[in-house]
């Protein structure tokens, strides 16, 4: 076997590969998290997500997927189950015919404030922790590199492992 040299990186693209291998168990402790703090009210955190998205007006699935990042038909999964459960509610969308607009019922709001106030007390408590300015400029950086990634690959057919979770 020839003797290849391994490829080097420059000091920014070593910076950047030890961000991303952070990410990738950060991202599985956040979404345990966001799981055990949805399970408070018997949802899944991508049933906790989509409430959260209509918890002002309603939404289009289309509509809740752009804002979520997730695939237009893991979204219907979840607005049907949701529906199912009586946490949400298809109504007629006026500005367009066969796009209903999924609307959270009384009992989806009741079920949302358990995990908005479960998750307060846990972001509360780790944001004392970790410090506000730390976490303003660790939220910059992620938003910077988030816009840089996006820009440089293209978008994945299936995107946010939320959908996946129901």
């Known amino acids: 076997m ?5 490829p080097t990186w420059t000091p920014a693209g070593a910076a950047f ?15 345990a998290a966001g799981e055990a703090l949805a399970q408070q009210a018997d949802l899944s955190l991508a049933r906790w997500l989509v409430l959260e998205a209509i918890q002002q007006e309603p939404a289009t699935v289309a509509e ?3 804002r979520l990042r997730l695939a237009r038909q893991g979204v219907l999964r979840l607005a049907d189950l949701l529906v199912a459960d ?3 509610s298809y109504e007629e969308n006026p ?3 066969r796009a209903k607009l999924l609307a959270i019922t009384d009992a ?3 079920a ?3 995990v908005q106030r479960a998750q307060r007390t846990w972001a509360n408590r780790l944001g004392e922790q970790l410090g506000s300015a730390r976490l303003r400029a660790a939220a910059e950086v992620l938003d910077a590199t988030l816009s840089a990634v996006t820009a440089d690959m293209p978008e994945p057919p299936e995107t946010g492992q939320a959908a996946a979770r129901v």
């Not at 020839?2 to 391994?6: K, Y």
């Not at 590969?17 to 979404?31: A, G, I, N, Q, Y």
């Open 95 to 97: 500005r367009h015919q």
């Open 17 to 31: 590969t030890e961000l991303l291998m952070r990410t990738f168990p950060l991202e599985r402790r956040l979404s």
């Open 112 to 114: 949302l404030l358990v």
């Open 86 to 88: 009586g946490h949400a």
């Open 2 to 6: 020839p003797d290849e040299e391994s």
């Open 64 to 66: 809740i997927g752009r």
């Open 108 to 110: 989806g709001r009741s």
